[in-house]
C-alpha cells in the first residue's frame, strides 16, 4: 500500500486574509475517489498536510513534517499563487527523502506553465488533468504511453479528453466524510465540473469541452449534515449555477427547508429578474459572485463571452435589491476594450450604486488559455511568472493600468490592498512560534541567528522597543543577514514615540526586497503594498503620533490606547486611522471602539484576546482561533 500526502498551500500574505479560502477540495476528492472506488481501495492510504500547517507553516515547518511522515508519494496541488513555493519545499524534500515521489498537479500545470520552463530533476511528474484519472493508473503501475511526454527534461502527463471522469464516478468528498468544515463553518460541495462557456482568458476547462453536473440531492446532504458539523456557510462550486433546468425547481426546494446556513456560488445574472432574485434570497443565497468583467459590448464578443451587459446589469441590480451581497467582478486589458471605455464601465456601475460591489481583478494572460496565444501572437506583454499580469497591449499600457487600479480604488472606497494590522496578542505558550520581542538597545538581541530556527510561521512579527532610534542602522542588517527569505514575510513593530527618519528603511528595503510572487502581485498598488517587510510603530502620545502620520509613508503609525490617549480623544483629538487597544481599554472605551471600527477590523489590534474576542462578537464580526501562537522574548 502506497502513503500519499497531499499538500495544498494558501497565498501568502502579511494579515492571513486567504487561509480561509484554502480548502483542501481537490486532494480531498481525489482521496475520496480512492477510498471509494473497489480497485484502487487496497492500493493506497491518504492523508493531507494538517491545515494548520498548510495555513501558517514556514517552509522548514512544512518540510519538517513531510519528512518526519516518511510518505511514498507527495503530491502538491498546483495553482499560480503556491506552484513556486511548492518548487522550493519538493527540492529540500528530495534530497531528504530521495525514495519519495513528487507529483506536481492542479490548475498551474501546464505545457505552458511557467514551472515547465526548466528542468526540475526532484519532481517525478507533472500532471495535467484529475486525479481520479491518473492516480488509480499510476498505482497499478500502468504505461501511460502517448500521454507522457519530455518538456524541458520534465516528465509531464496530460489526460486526453476521451478520459474525463463521467459525473456518476465523483466522489463528493465532504458528504462523504473525507473533508472537514474550516474552523469558521464554512466548506465546499462540488456540482459541476467544466463550464459551458468557452471565454478566451478563462482556464477552468482546461482538458475537456465536456460538463459534468452532480445531482443537487448533495447539496441537500450536506446541508443535512449540519446536525453533525458546524455547518455556517456552503460556497456551492460552479462557474455558473443558475444553467441548470432545474434552476427555479432548485431554488424552492432550498427555499422550503429553511436551513439557516449561508450559500454563496457563482452565477450569470443576465436571467435573473426580481422574482429569481428573491427566490435566491430565500433559497439562502447571502453572497453570489458574478464575472461581469466589462460593459463594452466589442470586448466581450472579442474575448468569446456571450453575454448582452445590459441585461446581466439588470440582472445584477435585481440581485442586489433583494439583498444579497455581490461580488461583481471587472477586467481591465481585455482585446477590443479600451481604458476610457472601461473607466466608463466602473462609472456606470458607481452611478448604479453598486461601488461596494466592485471587485478589481488585473487581467493574468494565464498559461494554455486562447489569449495566452492571442498575446504571444500580436505582441501584448505579461510576467513571464505567476500571476502573469498583463503589462502592455491592446491599447493599456503599465502606467494605465496602474492608473485604472487607482480609480478604482478612489471610486469605490475600497483599496485593492490594504493593510491589516499584526497580532499584538502575544504569548508564551503556543503551537508555533510567530514573533519576538526584544529590547533594541542591546546590540546582541539583534543578531538574527537567535531567532532564524524558532521561525515557525510564513508571516513572522518582531517587536523592537526602541529606546534610540540610531540602533536601526546598524541592528536591520544583523537581524535579516541571518534570516530565511524565501516565502517569508516580516512584520517590524517598533514601540517608539520618537518620529522617525525612514531613510535608513528605504536604504534597507531597496537592499532586502526581492523579486516574488508577493511583491508582482501587487505591481499596480501602492509601491510598499508589495514589500516582503511592512512597518509599523507603535505611538503611546497623540501628538507624536499624528505628526508621524503626516510625515510617514513607509511606517504605519499606531497609536495606542492609553488611559492618557483616550482622553486626549475624548476631548476632540482627530480619530487614529490604526489604533491598538492596551490592556483593560476596551472596559473603557468599548461603545466608541465598536462605533467608530466596527467597520473596519483591520484598522484595530489588541493587546488582550478576550478583549479582542469581545469587539468581534459586539461588531458581529467571525472571530476564527485558527492557531495558538508563541513569542520568544528577549
Same mark, same amino acid.
Given at each position: 500500500? =502506497?502513503?500519499?500526502?497531499?499538500?495544498?498551500?494558501?497565498?501568502?500574505?502579511?494579515?492571513?486574509?486567504?487561509?480561509?479560502?484554502?480548502?483542501?477540495?481537490?486532494?480531498?476528492?481525489?482521496?475520496? +475517489?480512492?477510498?471509494?472506488?473497489?480497485?484502487?481501495?487496497?492500493?493506497?492510504?491518504?492523508?493531507?498536510?494538517?491545515?494548520?500547517?498548510?495555513? /501558517?507553516?514556514?517552509?522548514?515547518?512544512?518540510?519538517?513534517?513531510?519528512? =518526519?511522515?516518511?510518505?511514498?508519494?507527495?503530491?502538491?496541488?498546483?495553482?499560480?499563487?503556491?506552484?513556486?513555493?511548492?518548487?522550493?519545499?519538493?527540492?529540500?524534500?528530495?534530497?531528504?527523502?530521495?525514495?519519495?515521489?513528487?507529483?506536481?498537479?492542479?490548475?498551474?500545470?501546464?505545457?505552458?506553465?511557467?514551472?515547465?520552463?526548466?528542468?526540475?530533476?526532484?519532481?517525478?511528474?507533472?500532471?495535467?488533468?484529475?486525479?481520479?484519472?491518473?492516480?488509480?493508473?499510476?498505482?497499478?503501475?500502468?504505461?501511460?504511453?502517448?500521454?507522457?511526454?519530455?518538456?524541458?527534461?520534465?516528465?509531464?502527463?496530460?489526460?486526453?479528453?476521451?478520459?474525463?471522469?463521467?459525473?456518476?464516478?465523483?466522489?463528493?468528498?465532504?458528504?462523504?466524510?473525507?473533508?472537514?468544515?474550516?474552523?469558521?463553518?464554512?466548506?465546499?460541495?462540488?456540482?459541476?465540473?467544466?463550464?459551458?462557456?468557452?471565454?478566451? $482568458?478563462?482556464?477552468?476547462?482546461?482538458?475537456? /469541452?465536456?460538463?459534468?453536473?452532480?445531482?443537487?440531492?448533495?447539496?441537500?446532504?450536506?446541508?443535512?449534515?449540519?446536525?453533525?458539523?458546524?455547518?455556517?456557510?456552503? $460556497?456551492?462550486?460552479?462557474?455558473?449555477?443558475?444553467?441548470?433546468?432545474?434552476?427555479?425547481?432548485?431554488?424552492?426546494?432550498?427555499?422550503?427547508?429553511?436551513?439557516?446556513?449561508?450559500?454563496?456560488?457563482?452565477?450569470?445574472?443576465?436571467?435573473?429578474?426580481?422574482?429569481?432574485?428573491?427566490?435566491?434570497?430565500?433559497?439562502?443565497?447571502?453572497?453570489?459572485?458574478?464575472?461581469?468583467?466589462?460593459?463594452? @459590448?466589442?470586448?466581450?464578443?472579442?474575448?468569446?463571452?456571450?453575454?448582452?451587459?445590459?441585461?446581466?446589469?439588470?440582472?445584477?441590480?435585481?440581485?442586489?435589491?433583494?439583498?444579497?451581497?455581490?461580488?461583481?467582478?471587472?477586467?481591465?486589458?481585455?482585446?477590443?476594450?479600451?481604458?476610457?471605455?472601461?473607466?466608463?464601465?466602473?462609472?456606470?456601475?458607481?452611478?448604479?450604486?453598486?461601488?461596494?460591489?466592485?471587485?478589481?481583478?488585473?487581467?493574468?494572460?494565464? @498559461?494554455?488559455?486562447?489569449?495566452?496565444?492571442?498575446?504571444?501572437?500580436?505582441?501584448?506583454?505579461?510576467?513571464?511568472?505567476?500571476?502573469? +499580469?498583463?503589462?502592455?497591449?491592446?491599447?493599456?499600457?503599465?502606467?494605465?493600468?496602474?492608473?485604472?487600479?487607482?480609480?478604482?480604488?478612489?471610486?469605490?472606497?475600497?483599496?485593492?490592498?490594504?493593510?491589516?494590522?499584526?497580532?499584538?496578542?502575544?504569548?508564551?505558550?503556543?503551537?508555533?512560534?510567530?514573533?519576538?520581542?526584544?529590547?533594541?538597545?542591546?546590540?546582541? %538581541?539583534?543578531?538574527?541567528?537567535?531567532?532564524?530556527?524558532?521561525?515557525?510561521?510564513?508571516?513572522?512579527?518582531?517587536?523592537?522597543?526602541?529606546?534610540?532610534?540610531?540602533?536601526?542602522?546598524?541592528?536591520? @542588517?544583523?537581524?535579516?543577514?541571518?534570516?530565511?527569505?524565501?516565502?517569508?514575510? $516580516?512584520?517590524?513593530?517598533?514601540?517608539?514615540?520618537?518620529?522617525?527618519?525612514?531613510?535608513?528603511? %528605504?536604504? /534597507?528595503?531597496?537592499?532586502?526586497?526581492?523579486?516574488?510572487?508577493?511583491?508582482?502581485?501587487?505591481?499596480?498598488?501602492?509601491?510598499?503594498?508589495?514589500?516582503?517587510?511592512?512597518?509599523?510603530?507603535?505611538?503611546?502620545?497623540?501628538?507624536?503620533?499624528?505628526?508621524?502620520?503626516?510625515?510617514?509613508?513607509?511606517?504605519?503609525?499606531?497609536?495606542?490606547?492609553?488611559?492618557?490617549?483616550?482622553?486626549?480623544?475624548?476631548?476632540?483629538?482627530?480619530?487614529?486611522?490604526?489604533?491598538?487597544?492596551?490592556?483593560?481599554?476596551?472596559?473603557?472605551?468599548?461603545?466608541?471602539?465598536?462605533?467608530?471600527?466596527?467597520?473596519?477590523?483591520?484598522?484595530?489590534? /489588541?493587546?488582550? =484576546?478576550?478583549?479582542?474576542?469581545?469587539?468581534?462578537?459586539?461588531?458581529?464580526?467571525?472571530?476564527?482561533?485558527?492557531?495558538?501562537?508563541?513569542?520568544?522574548?528577549?
Amino acid at each position: 500500500m =502506497k502513503k500519499i500526502l497531499f499538500i495544498q498551500l494558501p497565498l501568502i500574505d502579511h494579515s492571513y486574509s486567504y487561509i480561509q479560502g484554502n480548502v483542501e477540495y481537490a486532494p480531498a476528492s481525489i482521496a475520496a +475517489f480512492l477510498r471509494y472506488t473497489s480497485s484502487t481501495a487496497e492500493a493506497s492510504e491518504t492523508e493531507y498536510l494538517p491545515s494548520i500547517i498548510s495555513n /501558517f507553516g514556514s517552509n522548514n515547518t512544512v518540510i519538517s513534517y513531510i519528512v =518526519k511522515t516518511k510518505p511514498d508519494i507527495v503530491a502538491f496541488t498546483s495553482y499560480l499563487w503556491n506552484v513556486e513555493r511548492n518548487l522550493v519545499i519538493a527540492r529540500s524534500v528530495s534530497r531528504a527523502l530521495p525514495d519519495t515521489k513528487i507529483i506536481f498537479g492542479g490548475p498551474e500545470i501546464h505545457r505552458s506553465s511557467w514551472a515547465l520552463t526548466s528542468r526540475h530533476s526532484y519532481v517525478d511528474l507533472f500532471v495535467m488533468g484529475e486525479g481520479e484519472w491518473f492516480f488509480p493508473g499510476y498505482l497499478s503501475g500502468a504505461d501511460f504511453g502517448d500521454t507522457c511526454e519530455l518538456i524541458h527534461g520534465n516528465s509531464y502527463i496530460h489526460q486526453p479528453e476521451k478520459d474525463i471522469i463521467p459525473a456518476e464516478c465523483i466522489v463528493e468528498p465532504f458528504t462523504n466524510n473525507m473533508l472537514n468544515s474550516m474552523a469558521d463553518g464554512s466548506t465546499f460541495v462540488e456540482l459541476t465540473r467544466g463550464c459551458p462557456y468557452r471565454c478566451s $482568458y478563462c482556464f477552468y476547462s482546461k482538458n475537456s /469541452f465536456r460538463v459534468r453536473e452532480l445531482p443537487f440531492d448533495i447539496l441537500l446532504k450536506a446541508i443535512s449534515m449540519s446536525d453533525r458539523h458546524t455547518i455556517s456557510e456552503i $460556497y456551492i462550486l460552479s462557474p455558473t449555477f443558475d444553467r441548470s433546468p432545474d434552476f427555479i425547481k432548485n431554488l424552492r426546494t432550498l427555499g422550503e427547508l429553511n436551513h439557516g446556513i449561508r450559500l454563496h456560488t457563482e452565477i450569470r445574472a443576465e436571467n435573473i429578474n426580481p422574482e429569481t432574485a428573491a427566490l435566491m434570497k430565500r433559497a439562502g443565497f447571502t453572497s453570489l459572485e458574478i464575472g461581469l468583467q466589462t460593459l463594452t @459590448p466589442g470586448a466581450l464578443t472579442a474575448v468569446g463571452r456571450k453575454s448582452n451587459p445590459e441585461k446581466e446589469l439588470a440582472g445584477i441590480k435585481a440581485l442586489h435589491k433583494a439583498g444579497i451581497d455581490l461580488k461583481i467582478g471587472i477586467i481591465p486589458g481585455l482585446p477590443g476594450d479600451s481604458p476610457d471605455k472601461f473607466i466608463t464601465t466602473v462609472d456606470r456601475l458607481v452611478a448604479e450604486g453598486l461601488e461596494e460591489c466592485i471587485e478589481f481583478y488585473p487581467l493574468m494572460v494565464l @498559461p494554455g488559455t486562447r489569449i495566452r496565444e492571442q498575446a504571444l501572437r500580436e505582441g501584448a506583454v505579461f510576467q513571464e511568472r505567476p500571476p502573469y +499580469f498583463l503589462l502592455d497591449g491592446w491599447g493599456f499600457d503599465f502606467d494605465t493600468l496602474r492608473g485604472i487600479s487607482s480609480y478604482v480604488d478612489e471610486q469605490t472606497g475600497a483599496a485593492s490592498s490594504f493593510s491589516s494590522l499584526p497580532d499584538f496578542t502575544v504569548t508564551s505558550s503556543g503551537i508555533f512560534t510567530n514573533s519576538a520581542m526584544f529590547d533594541g538597545s542591546i546590540p546582541g %538581541h539583534w543578531n538574527g541567528e537567535r531567532y532564524a530556527s524558532s521561525i515557525d510561521t510564513n508571516i513572522f512579527s518582531f517587536f523592537i522597543v526602541l529606546k534610540n532610534a540610531k540602533a536601526l542602522n546598524a541592528g536591520l @542588517p544583523m537581524l535579516f543577514d541571518n534570516l530565511p527569505e524565501k516565502d517569508q514575510l $516580516y512584520n517590524i513593530i517598533m514601540f517608539t514615540d520618537t518620529v522617525l527618519s525612514e531613510k535608513v528603511l %528605504h536604504t /534597507f528595503t531597496a537592499l532586502y526586497q526581492k523579486d516574488s510572487l508577493y511583491s508582482r502581485l501587487h505591481i499596480f498598488e501602492d509601491w510598499s503594498s508589495g514589500l516582503h517587510h511592512h512597518w509599523y510603530q507603535v505611538f503611546d502620545s497623540a501628538d507624536h503620533y499624528w505628526k508621524a502620520h503626516g510625515a510617514y509613508e513607509l511606517i504605519t503609525p499606531v497609536l495606542r490606547l492609553t488611559d492618557d490617549s483616550w482622553n486626549r480623544i475624548q476631548e476632540g483629538h482627530l480619530l487614529p486611522v490604526k489604533i491598538l487597544v492596551g490592556k483593560g481599554m476596551f472596559s473603557v472605551a468599548g461603545d466608541f471602539l465598536v462605533r467608530e471600527y466596527g467597520d473596519t477590523i483591520e484598522d484595530i489590534a /489588541f493587546e488582550s =484576546k478576550e478583549e479582542q474576542r469581545r469587539f468581534f462578537t459586539e461588531t458581529g464580526n467571525e472571530f476564527t482561533e485558527s492557531a495558538e501562537f508563541r513569542t520568544l522574548q528577549q
